[in-house]
């Protein structure tokens, strides 16, 4: 059983930054596949970025701005997010599931409860 519990939402204008963390319960926290994703009002849940092979993948719409890690000796995942735009502005949760990442939501097995990010105009 794994519990993920996200921070680091907020506003911010566009250009700016923020980083959101995802705190993991767990012992075997660096044998699951990790990986950000967000949901817009009125939009499906949608793939952000996730870890390959300690490699990360992102969305087209993201590439180039934000940047995931993790730090496995602290049961953490990071997402930073630089030169933020409106379209941003979702609902951003981290997700885990056993064996490596995907980009499909539904494969996960452990999501938080999400922190909200508005990026204002």
């Known amino acids: 059983q794994v519990q993920l519990v996200e921070s680091g939402g907020g506003l911010v204008q566009a250009g700016g930054s923020l980083r959101l963390s995802c705190a993991a319960s767990g012992r075997t926290f660096s044998s699951y596949g990790m990986g950000w994703f967000r949901q817009a009002p009125g939009k499906e849940r949608e793939f952000v970025a996730i870890f390959i092979w300690s490699a990360g993948v992102y969305a087209d719409s993201v590439k180039g701005r934000f940047t995931i890690s993790r730090d496995n000796a602290k049961n953490t995942m990071y997402l930073q997010m630089d030169s933020l735009k409106p379209e941003d502005t979702a609902v951003y949760y981290c997700?885990?599931?056993?064996?490596?990442?995907?980009?499909?939501?539904?494969?996960?097995?452990?999501w938080g409860q999400g922190t909200q990010v508005t990026v204002s105009s």
């Open positions: 997700a885990a599931r056993r064996g490596l990442a995907t980009i499909w939501p539904p494969e996960y097995d452990y």
